[in-house]
């Protein structure tokens, strides 16, 4: 996955580099140009996201690690804005088996 994320963010960056040139918006593909950035940026923004929340359950799981039992209450009061997180959907089976693999007592 690592490299079609790669792929798409070098795919952005040379949109980036087209559009920012005044002469596309001329031009007949500067729609289409236009509408790939913009999917793009939401598809990049997911990926952004995943690596957000991995990074969190990463320090989470760290702090359960420590077993301090004022932290750990702490963390698990706190997993639950993790919930209501948009991609939690897509990523709701990657994170519990996570969860279960690293013994966490917090579940997103």
């Keep these: 996955m690592e490299q079609k994320e ?47 929340l991995a990074q969190q359950q990463e320090e989470a799981t760290s702090l359960v690690d420590g077993g301090d039992p004022e932290l750990i209450s702490l963390l698990v009061a706190g997993c639950h804005p993790l919930r209501d997180h948009p991609t939690r959907h897509t990523q709701q089976q990657d994170a519990e088996q996570q969860a279960e693999k690293s013994g966490s007592r917090c579940r997103v």
């Design 6 to 52: 790669q792929h798409l963010r070098s795919e952005f960056a040379e949109l980036e580099q087209r559009l920012a040139d005044p002469a596309i918006f001329t031009t007949r593909e500067y729609p289409r140009l236009a509408k790939r950035r913009q999917q793009l940026e939401h598809v990049l923004g997911l990926f952004d996201d995943r690596a957000s």
